[in-house]
């Protein structure tokens, strides 16, 4: 993915980053970011560019990241369901039985979900976005 947008606000080796809408996603209605007029998007980005203030800048984020956060956060919760029910099911519990241990493993999977959230945020290197180069203002393609 690679996108462009406004530094807001520069910190250490990080930036945060305003980002540009195209003008093709204003009005196609294929998501709600286009409709979101007055919502702003802000990413916090690995500073690589030494971008400052007000520049513009070309962000990229690793290849794969959204599918492996897609993968985590529905993948594996859906996994510990049908787990949790195919356990009652074996057991030859009742149906609520079934269901109870099928939402217990749906409750594990959200705890498990948030201590690997905490390990994504900690490992920047690998899932961070990352700021790569700055854009002259007369190239910058998006509107706020």
Known sequence: MQRQG???EVKNDLVSVQLLRHSACSNCGGCAIGKAESKTQIVTALNKANAKEGQYVELVMPKGTIANAALI???IPLVALLT???IGSALELTQLQTFGI??????GSFAFN???????RKSKNKYQVVAISIVDKENVEGVF
């Open 114 to 120: 948030r201590f690997f959230l905490e390990r994504f």
């Open 84 to 86: 949790g029910l195919l």
């Open 6 to 8: 406004l530094v807001t």
């Open 102 to 107: 099928g939402l217990i493993g749906l409750l």
């Open 73 to 75: 956060a529905y993948g």
